[in-house]
């Protein structure tokens, strides 16, 4: 029999070697490559990239959901005991929503128009189970409460429209909390919110996963997003993960040149704008080497690093880098734009 704090100690979720592939210009393309992931009891985790590097892809393969024109090329994702990727449709109907809950970038999209807010939490409990009639009514009501939605009863009574982006957002958060699910998977919650709301809902988030002990995967471009509510953090650039380290620890000695750019895209009034190592070019992935995929835009990349791919391994206790150069870089932490030896790159 395991103990509590072995319990304490295993992943909610582990995903191993996961690699997605999309059929596009009659051919298959890789989009997500090698993935090793795993997300601790009551912990939050933080997935970063630009648009197209695949986090969002990570995020819906965590639900078990096959895209249409992709398929699963290799990995498993492991969930209480199963693998997520080799269930059939009914089994994963029964875990999502109930054990895993999910919040979609576009609450307007993802709520149902012609029922109530009160309604559409009322069906995700009786779909599951949970509660049925005038109990899951006193759970909905309970719920809106939790997730700080202003008069609970008269907003059970309304429809989507009728409430603001921050309010539908709540009641999305509320749906996904419904089931007390072990994990929530959050895609990019708080875009297109105004700065005020996205702040009163990131706290909300970390409340919550306080008060009900859940582990959430927080996916977002956003930095200072993650920041706020992350204690670890996977930077993703082309369809692998190429850092994982403590938030506090990666904002203050980011090791990949990638991860380095990211956060010096993030506005510092202690930090001038040309002293930052900012990111150039875009992500293109038909000019990817055999190698290190971020060399064609990364001021350090040598030939070795474009013929020979970068394996993620331990720069320090509980942090990840995938970077053949990251010890020459980490002692010159404030490097501009020059390489190491001193000459400019273009």
């Known amino acids: 029999m395991s103990t509590q704090a072995e319990n304490e100690s295993k992943p909610v979720i582990r995903v191993a070697g996961l690699s997605v592939e999309y059929w596009t210009h009659r051919r298959w393309v890789e989009?997500?490559?090698g993935v090793e992931l795993s997300i601790g009891p009551r912990e939050i985790l933080g997935l970063?990239?630009?648009?197209?590097?695949?986090?969002?892809?990570?995020?819906?393969?965590l639900l078990g959901e096959r895209r249409p024109g992709s398929r699963i090329r290799s990995g498993n994702i492991l969930f209480e005991g199963r693998d997520l990727l080799r269930l059939g449709d009914p089994e994963l109907r029964k875990i999502r929503g109930?054990?895993?809950?999910?919040?979609?970038?576009?609450?307007?999209?993802?709520l149902t128009p012609?029922?109530?807010?009160?309604?559409?939490?009322?069906?995700v409990l009786a779909f599951h189970?949970?509660?049925?009639?005038?109990?899951?009514?006193?759970?909905?009501?309970?719920?809106?409460g939790q997730v700080g939605l202003p008069d609970a009863a008269a907003t059970f009574v309304k429809y989507p429209h009728?409430?603001?982006?921050?309010?539908?957002?709540?009641?999305?958060?509320?749906?996904?909390?419904?089931?007390?699910?072990?994990?929530?998977?959050?895609?990019?919650?708080?875009?297109g919110l105004d700065v005020t709301t996205q702040w009163r809902i990131?706290?909300?988030?970390?409340?919550?996963?306080?008060?009900?002990?859940?582990?959430?995967?927080?996916?977002?471009?956003?930095?200072s997003a993650l920041a706020e509510i992350c204690d670890r953090i996977a930077v993703m650039y082309a369809g692998k993960i190429v850092e994982v380290a403590p938030t506090a620890e990666l904002f203050k000695a980011p090791r990949h040149p990638y991860s380095r750019g990211l956060l010096a895209s993030v506005?510092?009034?202690?930090?001038?704008?040309?002293?930052?190592?900012?990111?150039?070019?875009?992500?293109?992935?038909?000019?990817?080497?055999a190698g290190c995929r971020f060399a064609p835009r990364c001021d350090f990349a040598e030939q070795a690093c474009r013929e020979r791919e970068p394996l993620l391994g331990l720069a320090s206790e509980a942090h990840h880098v995938a970077c053949r150069r990251w010890r020459e870089l980490a002692a010159r932490p404030d490097l501009g734009r020059e390489s190491l030896d001193g000459a400019h790159v273009a």
């Open 31 to 33: 989009v997500v490559s």
């Open 48 to 61: 970063a990239g630009e648009s197209g590097c695949g986090k969002s892809t990570v995020a819906y393969a």
């Open 98 to 110: 109930a054990r895993i809950g999910f919040v979609p970038q576009n609450p307007t999209a993802s």
């Open 114 to 123: 012609s029922m109530s807010c009160g309604a559409q939490i009322v069906e």
């Open 129 to 144: 189970g949970a509660a049925r009639g005038g109990e899951a009514k006193a759970a909905a009501l309970d719920l809106m």
């Open 162 to 191: 009728q409430l603001s982006g921050g309010q539908q957002q709540r009641v999305v958060i509320a749906m996904a909390l419904a089931c007390r699910p072990a994990l929530i998977v959050l895609d990019e919650p708080t875009t």
């Open 202 to 223: 990131l706290r909300l988030l970390s409340e919550l996963r306080d008060r009900l002990q859940t582990a959430l995967l927080y996916v977002s471009h956003d930095l």
């Open 267 to 289: 506005p510092r009034i202690d930090s001038p704008p040309e002293r930052r190592l900012a990111l150039r070019g875009t992500l293109k992935r038909e000019d990817m080497p």
